[in-house]
Structure formats: structure tokens, C-alpha cells
């Protein structure tokens, strides 16, 4: 239960300085939308309950999140949102899975195409990466939440694959049919998470240079400010000397 992959760092440090706040609610709003769509009731819907999570960790209002979830019965123009997956590549070969929630598909994909050859990329076909990437579970609490210990050993009693805690933040690796009750039993213990969601970890990562990253993360950023895209994977091994050097 050992060995999470670096690429977290990058994740948080960019977690940090986004202050887009407007554009995250956005975002948010979009995944409690179509979360509520498979149904409204809370207690039956662990993907509803997830994405709730995730925006209340954010300080989302709970007018927006009352919103979102009317949204699901139709009322709304333009909120019958389709989940949709592209996969490319980046500078040096890097591996990217892009994860989008859009009501219109020509318009995201021909946005994402070209971020993708603005920044050196280009765009494949569905699975021309995904084999590069595990899909799991992933939980994720505040270091000051509990001991590295007594989270290791709730986590493991729960069913969880894999945990790694530093001076951040405990990160627990779930199988993908066990992400909801790892995080129903963590919940009763320690809270809510801070996020809990699937996510693609790379088996295979890319060792690049410090100029390299820093093209993958313009690409990185256009995506990520694009309202239809969800979340960005690469399989960049983001060592200390790449985070630092994007610090600087």
C-alpha cells in the first residue's frame, strides 16, 4: 500500500493558484447536474453525494448546488450533458486523456483539437493512450484531517488498494467498485473528503525535461479554462525538479 504516482503535486500546486472561481462553480455545477440525472435522492446516489462533496470543498453556495440539481429534471436549455473522452498526445510524446461534459460534441471536440495543435499536440483516437493508464478510485483528505497511521490503517480496514500520505494531504487508491463504500466507511470516521472521484493514473510515465512540462501545462491550462472539460490526465513523471522549475 505504498508508491503513489508524483503526478499529485502538479495537480495541487495548480489547485492552488487557479483562482478562477467562477469557471471551477461552473464545472462543479455541470457533474452535480448530471450526477442527479441518474437520481436526486442522496442517500441512493454515490455519485451525487461525490460531486456535492467536491463542490462544498470548494465553498460552492448551496443555492448553486440546488440549482444544479433541478437542472437534471430538464427544465434547463442546454443542460442534457453527454460525457465524452478524448486521448492525444503533447510535446515529447506526452499522453493525454482529456475528460469533457458538453451538450454540444462538435463544438468540444473541435475546441479541444485545436488546443491540441496549437501547443505541439495532436489529437487521437479513442484508446490511442487509455491503454497507457489504470482507471480507479481515488479519495482524498487534508494531512491535518488524521494521523498518517490511523488513516493507513481506516483505509485498509475499508478495502482500500493503496494510501500515501505526506505533509499535504493522504491520498487513497480505491478499486473503481469500491471507491463508494471505502469512501462511505472513511466518511463516518474522518468526514467528508476533500474530493473522491475515478481517475486515470498512468502504469507508464514520461520522463521529460523542464521546458518540456512547461508546454504541457500551456496545453494543460487551455483545456482546463475550456467550461466543457472535466478533468486532464498525463503520464508525466512530475519530479520535484519539474514542479519546482513551473514554480519558477
Do not use: C
Amino acid at each position: 500500500m505504498a508508491g503513489h504516482s508524483q503526478f499529485k503535486n502538479i495537480m495541487h500546486r495548480k489547485g492552488a493558484q487557479d483562482k478562477k472561481r467562477a469557471k471551477i462553480f461552473t464545472k462543479l455545477a455541470r457533474e452535480i447536474t448530471v450526477a442527479a440525472k441518474i437520481s436526486e435522492d442522496i442517500d441512493s446516489n454515490p455519485r451525487l453525494r461525490a460531486a456535492i462533496s467536491a463542490a462544498r470543498a470548494q465553498n460552492m453556495p448551496k443555492d448553486n448546488i440546488d440549482r444544479a440539481i433541478k437542472k437534471a429534471t430538464g427544465a434547463g436549455e442546454g443542460d442534457n450533458y453527454e460525457e465524452v473522452r478524448y486521448e492525444g498526445y503533447g510535446t515529447a510524446g506526452v499522453a493525454v486523456i482529456v475528460e469533457a461534459l458538453t451538450d454540444n460534441r462538435n463544438r468540444t471536440a473541435s475546441e479541444v483539437r485545436a488546443a491540441f495543435t496549437k501547443h505541439g499536440g495532436n489529437l487521437g483516437e479513442t484508446g490511442s493512450v487509455g491503454f497507457m493508464f489504470n482507471r480507479l478510485g481515488e479519495i482524498v483528505y487534508p494531512a491535518d484531517k488524521a494521523g498518517a497511521e490511523e488513516i493507513f490503517e481506516a483505509a485498509l480496514e475499508a478495502g482500500a488498494a493503496n494510501v500515501e500520505s505526506d505533509d499535504q494531504n493522504h491520498v487513497i487508491d480505491t478499486e473503481i467498485e469500491d471507491l463508494n463504500a471505502v469512501r462511505e466507511a472513511l466518511t463516518e470516521k474522518f468526514g467528508d473528503p476533500e474530493s473522491a472521484k475515478m481517475v486515470f493514473r498512468a502504469t507508464t510515465e514520461a520522463d521529460i525535461s523542464v521546458e518540456q512540462a512547461q508546454s504541457i501545462m500551456k496545453l494543460v491550462d487551455v483545456l482546463e479554462d475550456n467550461d466543457d472539460v472535466q478533468n486532464v490526465w498525463t503520464n508525466v513523471n512530475w519530479t520535484d525538479e519539474i514542479v519546482a522549475g513551473l514554480d519558477n
